[in-house]
């Protein structure tokens, strides 16, 4: 008999994103009139294409392959050095981070589940709500929660608030933890964390020997100059942090799928007898195991995202999903809702009318409006009352899911 991890029956309903996209296709089967007005606004995914210089350096990828010559089979597990060390030099530069201490993947919402893999039972995790759900999913399939509670909130989890009064940033809590998720910009409110909410984060993970998972994946549509892009711009943050960024939303690489991590060889945890031991090495030791190393044609194609044209490019994209989070939150001011995020981050994250539900909400827009959002709540307990729009559309979508909007609640 094979015996199944039961900590996976624990988990309270399907990933949220496939949730979404079942109710999408039932209302779509039932209202077939109205399906091809449908306009998705929930699941962060890119429209736009790709780079020019990224499709240009892909196709010179595919063939090298087509060559004797110039064919590659397995590359480095860790990634070919000429992507690691161009992410060294574009995105670390005066950070103390050598093209050794990056992995590339193939993507971020694998990295930040993967993570754990390295580490033991038995950790204090402490978690933003809302959140990233694969951060929280991933800890549940691990046997690092309890049972959730009918709120969806899992036993064993050190929840932080993240509300309107702290601006959507929690500070550290008194309670010790082990491992700390941290998200910015955040996915899901847009809020970012300026350098002293990090500088308190870095602290208490050193005064308390905690890591600190830090996901960067939206980094590149920070537009204020104040606002640290790595965790690793805090001092001391290289005794105590991961950070995981992601080619997926400035590169358009959602369908391609590229990332990294980022190691450095100076964070440790414990053993079993106390023994300090580098966390580098051994991602090092799971990632020679369990992965392949990320298609050659793909790294070649995101080393191009540094070339000169390639960072014209991918700017004029971020500015162009950006220019959709101003008319977003544009919009949503208008009507009078309270309107966060979408000025670093390509999310805009907005209070439901008063007394109106996240699931309610997002019901509401699909029947009334065929826009879809993603409901608050969906991103944990903290998240009710609130639904996220995802600025990733094309602009004349954007234009009538405004239009939509004001019509709706207006
Ligand atoms: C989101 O919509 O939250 C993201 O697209 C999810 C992801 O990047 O996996």
Known sequence: MATINSNFLKLKAGYLFPEIARRVKAY???????????????????????????????????????????????????????????IVDNQYQSMSISADEVFISDGSKCDTGNILDIFGNGNTIAITDPVYPVYVDTNVMEGNTGDADEKGAYGGLLYLPCTAENGFVAAPPTEKADLIYLCFPNNPTGATANKEQLKAWVDYAKANDAIILYDAAYEAFIQDPEIPHSIFEIEGAHDCAIEFRSFSKNGGFTGIRCGYVVIPKTVTGSDANGNRVPLHQLWNRRTSTKFNGASYPVQKGAAAIFSEEGKAQVNALIEHYMGNAKLLREAATELGLAVYGGENAPYVWIACPEGVSSWDMFDKMLEEAQVVVTPGSGFGSAGEGYFRVSAFNSRQNVQEVCKRLSALVG
Do not use: W
């Not at 306009?39 to 499709?55: H, K, N, Y």
């Open 28 to 86: 779509s089967e039932a209202n077939p009139e109205k399906a091809g007005k449908i306009i998705r606004c929930g699941i962060g995914d890119v429209t736009e294409p790709l780079p020019a210089a990224v499709v240009k350096a892909m196709h010179e990828g595919v063939d090298e392959q087509a060559n004797r010559e110039t064919f590659h089979g397995y590359g480095p597990e860790q990634g070919y050095e000429f992507l690691r060390q161009a």
